[in-house]
T-cell receptor
């Protein structure tokens, strides 16, 4: 099993550009999450999904959109990138509400110039 | 508003010593308290977790102590090794909130050999 994978690993954008980050998991997990990690702030939840076709806002959702069209994939979109979105983005998944452990991907380092 | 406060920000411990990281939470509805370990360039990985119905949980050299009345929990690393050098995050979640994790700001641990 590959676990949780993220594409791409690195990306540099110019302000105003758009992009999509892809997260894929092969563990048949129901729940998926997108976090951003910034120095001194830990990880903060952007959006999450409790099942295929569902999404919900987390702590810092502004400027991001998500979609979960397939159970194994969770996409994070930036419609108009801003320098404040420079961060490391992590995707995570967990089996269900009954099993809490979240498994994290390797991260995507995004720089917005 | 940070719901989980973690201290210290950084910690240097001699090999063989005890590393102690503390966290305090505000929301008494939280029912799951994990610690995650993150190495540079990697995603966080679950280290150990506890639920509020027990006061202590031990797994090898790692122990969580939990004080429900004080709304505090801590990670103790016994016989610290250079390989333990990493960033440690405490977190909290509640099943009814979709198991969304609220993270502390992180502690950078360095174990000197």
């Amino acid at each position: 099993n590959a676990g949780v994978t993220q594409t791409p690993k690195f990306r540099v954008l110019k302000t105003g550009q758009s992009m999509t980050l892809l997260c894929a998991q092969d563990m048949n997990h129901e729940y998926m999450y997108w976090y951003r990690q910034d120095p001194g702030m830990g990880l903060r939840l952007i959006h999450y999904s409790v099942g295929e076709g569902t999404t919900a806002k987390g702590e810092v959702p502004d400027g991001y959109n998500v979609s979960r069209l397939k159970k194994q994939n969770f996409l994070l979109g930036l419609e108009s990138a801003a320098p404040s979105q420079t961060s490391v983005y992590f995707c995570a998944s967990s089996y269900s509400v009954l099993i809490d452990t979240q498994y994290f991907g390797p991260g995507t380092r995004l720089t917005v110039l | 508003q940070q719901q989980v406060k973690q201290s210290p920000q950084s910690l240097i411990v001699q090999k063989g010593g005890i590393s102690i990281i503390n966290c305090a939470y505000e929301n008494t509805a939280f029912d799951y308290f994990p610690w995650y370990q993150q190495f540079p360039g990697k995603g966080p990985a679950l280290l150990i977790a506890i639920r509020p119905d027990v006061s202590e949980k031990k797994e090898g050299r790692f122990t969580i102590s939990f004080n429900k009345s004080a709304k505090q929990f801590s990670l103790h690393i016994m016989d610290s090794q250079p390989g333990d050098s990493a960033t440690y995050f405490c977190a909290a979640s509640k099943k009814e909130y979709g198991n969304k994790l609220v993270f502390g700001a992180g502690t950078i641990l360095r174990v000197k050999s």
